[in-house]
């Protein structure tokens, strides 16, 4: 079975570009999460969904960053502008969620760079 | 308020050696869901096991065991007779079941094993 799927791999964007990355959650699954992990914060959550739904979006850090979920097999994390404090790897993580808490399975994650 | 606390940040060992990773959490609620990851040098996420904090039985997986203590809130994971392919970083992470959808990591611990 497919996992969850994330593109690109790597991005490489000069500070103020617009950045777009990528998700699909395994089929079946109906929570999304989108996490950052950085060397100075570690792993934090940025976003939820369920069912196509944002539940928390505490940890998203400003107004610069917007996730979106138009149906259960894609979901975006975008950034505009980009800066270069914005350089981490992004992952996406889904599970099937439901009263109790689900293992979340994670994806390859996206490795971006600002310069 | 939740928290991971893993104390080691980096253990070294030599092959066939075993090793102790510790992993002490802090929570309110009587129920939560404790978690195991490996993230090894190629960057992806992988789940190991998920515990909830009924269960106190001792789990063991080939050469992984997991011991859960809630008198002293710690969630250890033990390797025996670890192995080069092991070098890694180990996250643990707690979700609460009044917060459903929010993992907390820990820092991680890196683990090198020579051989």
């Known amino acids: 079975d497919a996992g969850v799927i994330q593109s690109p791999r790597h991005e490489v964007t000069e500070m103020g570009q617009e950045v777009t990355l990528r998700c699909k959650p395994i089929?079946?699954?109906?929570?999304l999460f989108w996490y950052r992990q950085t060397m100075m914060r570690g792993l934090e959550l940025l976003i939820y969904?369920?069912?196509?739904?944002?539940?928390?979006d505490s940890g998203m850090p400003e107004d610069r960053f917007s996730a979106k979920m138009p149906n259960a097999s894609f979901s975006t994390l975008k950034i505009q502008p980009s800066e270069p404090r914005d350089s981490a790897v992004y992952f996406c993580?889904?599970?099937?969620?439901?009263?109790?808490?689900?293992?979340?399975?994670f994806g390859p994650g996206t490795r971006l760079l600002v310069l | 308020a939740q928290k991971v606390t893993q104390a080691q940040t980096e253990i070294s060992v030599v092959e066939k050696e075993d090793v102790t990773l510790d992993c002490v959490y802090e929570?309110?609620?009587?129920?939560?869901?404790l978690f195991w990851y490996k993230q090894p040098p190629s960057g992806e996420l992988v789940f190991l096991i998920r515990?909830?904090?009924?269960?106190?039985q001792n789990e063991i997986s080939g050469r992984y065991s997991w011991n859960f203590q809630k008198s002293t809130s710690s969630f250890n994971f033990t390797i025996t007779a670890s192995q080069v392919v092991d070098s890694a970083v180990y996250f643990c992470?707690?979700?609460?079941?009044?917060?459903?959808?929010?993992?907390?990591f820990g820092q991680g611990t890196t683990l090198q094993v020579k051989p």
């Open positions: 993580a889904s599970s099937d969620a439901g009263i109790v808490q689900e293992t979340q399975y």
């Open positions: 089929s079946g699954h109906n929570s």
């Open positions: 969904f369920n069912n196509n739904v944002p539940i928390d």
């Open positions: 929570t309110r609620d009587t129920t939560y869901y």
């Open positions: 515990r909830n904090s009924f269960d106190e």
């Open positions: 992470a707690l979700s609460e079941d009044s917060n459903t959808g929010k993992l907390i």
